[in-house]
Each structure stands twice: as C-alpha cells, then as structure tokens.
C-alpha cells in the first residue's frame, strides 16, 4: 500500500534555485494539502487543493506555488528559494466523512527535507 | 489567525509512567483530533473526537473533548518505548472543513 508519497525525499538547494516537490496519492482522495514543520511550530498549511484543477492559499502560502493536474497529484514549487523556506515539508490527502460535517483523517507523507543555503 | 497551545512541549518519562497532556484554544473548535509523528515519519491519526465532553479510546490512549469545546486532553497510560515521537492535536480552521490547524507538538522521550 503506497498511500501518499512525496519525492525527492532530501534537496539542498543555494538561495535563488527552484525546485518542485513532487506528491502522489493512490487513495483516490479528493483533497491534498502541503504543510510544512518548523521545530517548535508544528505543521503549518501551505497550499490545499479541493479537487483537480483547483487550489487554495493556506497559512504561510508566500513563496510557494502548488498545482493540480491530476486528481493524484499535487506538486509544490519554490521559485526562488529562502534560507527562511528551510524546512520539512509533508503532503497529505484525505476525502469527507460521509456525514457531511466531520472533518476526514488526513493521510500523510514520509516528508521531504529541504534545506536552503 | 486561530492557534493550538500545546502543553507540555516536552516530557521525559520512565517506561511505564502515565502521560498526560492538553491542548488549548482561543477559538471554540468543533472537531479535536489528535496525531502522532514517529521519527522520520508522517503524523498518523490517533483519535478523533466530535462532541463536547467526548471521552474515547484507543488501547492504552483516551483522550477528551473538553466542555468549553477550547480544550482537549490526551493521557497515554503504562508508557513504552514505542510511545515516543512528537503528539499534535489539530482541530479544523472551520467547522466540516478538511484544513487543519495543528498545535506545536508534545515531544515524548521515554527511558527504558
């Protein structure tokens, strides 16, 4: 059961390089999210994503851009990095609880650990 | 924006003591769900609670949705060595929707 997976799994990246995090789910769900883990911050929503071909801003959504071609992935892209973007980030996806009122658990990712010099 | 105060931030604990933490909010929130982050891991789904005063389960793991709905409580009972890792409680920025806010973590450090 592969559940989510993120790609690659470690980058360094130097302050002005850009990259894409790559996140791939198998469950068939229709939300996907990006969070990412400071120490002593826990995680903090990025960018979200209802369904395909739509996206959202979270919480710290400056100096990030997502996409949503297909309903199984949901890519991250850092245009110009920041020291300050150093971090570990984690995609996740879930669908709703039938009820209609429940927030649904959240499946998450192994995490990807990028560091910018 | 809403925030989740984690408390303690950090337990050190012999194998076998019982845990307890809480997590707090300025906000009322009508869903508590607490994860747990193994090392080098995602945050898996511990429980879930939907209803104020709530008290639920999970093998050696009961947690509370508190009356005021600003609160919950997480006890770990009998510790082991598996039972540490980094414990978030998240709620939903709003209520039936799938975005969550996460508190700062308990880090849970056991010695055998």
């Known amino acids: 059961n592969a559940g989510v997976t993120q790609t690659p799994k470690f980058r360094v990246l130097k302050t002005g390089q850009s990259m894409t995090l790559l996140c791939a789910q198998d469950?068939?769900?229709?939300?996907m999210y990006w969070y990412r883990q400071d120490p002593g911050m826990g995680l903090r929503l990025i960018h979200y994503?209802?369904?395909?071909?739509?996206?959202a801003k979270g919480e710290v959504p400056d100096g990030y851009n997502v996409s949503r071609l297909k309903k199984q992935n949901f890519l991250l892209g850092l245009e110009s990095a920041a020291p300050s973007q150093t971090s570990v980030y984690f995609c996740?996806?879930?669908?709703?609880?039938?009820?209609?009122?429940?927030?649904?658990?959240?499946?998450f990712g192994e995490g990807s650990r990028l560091t910018v010099l | 924006g809403q925030q989740l105060n984690q408390s303690p931030q950090s337990m050190f604990i012999q194998e076998g003591e019982d845990v307890s933490m809480n997590c707090t909010s300025s906000?009322?929130?009508?869903?508590w769900l607490w994860y747990k982050q193994d090392p080098g891991e995602g945050p898996v789904l511990l429980i879930a609670?939907?209803?104020?005063?709530e008290l639920t389960s999970n093998g050696r793991l009961t947690a509370q949705f508190g009356i005021t709905r600003k609160d919950s409580f997480l006890n770990i009972s009998a510790s082991i060595p598996s039972d540490v890792g980094i414990y978030f409680c998240?709620?939903?920025?709003?209520?039936?929707?799938?975005?969550?806010?996460f508190g700062q973590g308990t880090r849970l450090t056991i010695n055998p």
């Open positions: 609670l939907y209803k104020a005063g």
């Open positions: 994503s209802v369904g395909e071909g739509t996206t």
């Open positions: 996740a996806s879930s669908s709703p609880k039938p009820s209609g009122t429940r927030t649904g658990e959240l499946f």
């Open positions: 998240a709620g939903p920025l709003i209520q039936g929707a799938q975005k969550l806010v």
């Open positions: 906000s009322i929130f009508n869903t």
């Open positions: 469950m068939n769900h229709e939300y």
